[in-house]
């Protein structure tokens, strides 16, 4: 088991910047690459970007390139998503999520292919 604890969410204007962290638990970290994801009210569920194990690989949507940033510190077993030019758009509650190191390239992209969800952490971007 891994348990993921997502923290930073909040309110911020238009154009601002969030980070937000999610910690981990149980297994070792190490082993799994990781993905956020996020969901507006009556949306599904959205790819945002992923990271590889070892930090060596990073995935962005469309929708956020350029703009979103993952990172990973596995002495700490923490990943980051660092958030700049944030738009209304953006608002969703964010879940960082753990797959499998057997797990890569554009399969990450896919929800069902991830092993352990945190609860999520809203954000909303005010205009």
């Not at 690989?57 to 390139?65: C, F, L, M």
């Amino acid at each position: 088991q891994v348990q993921l604890v997502e923290s930073g969410g909040g309110l911020v204007q238009a154009g601002g910047s969030l980070r937000l962290s999610c910690a981990a638990s149980g297994r070792t970290f190490s082993n799994y690459n990781m993905g956020w994801f996020r969901q507006a009210p009556g949306k599904d569920r959205e790819f945002v970007g992923a990271i590889t194990w070892n930090g060596n690989g990073t995935y962005y949507a469309d929708s956020v390139q350029g703009r979103f940033t993952i990172s990973r510190y596995n002495a700490v077993n923490t990943v980051y998503l660092r958030m700049n030019s944030l738009k209304p758009e953006d608002t969703a509650v964010y879940y960082c999520a753990a797959a499998s190191s057997g797990t890569y390239g554009t399969s990450l992209f896919s929800p069902g292919k991830y092993d352990y969800w945190g609860q999520g952490t809203q954000v909303t971007v005010s205009s």
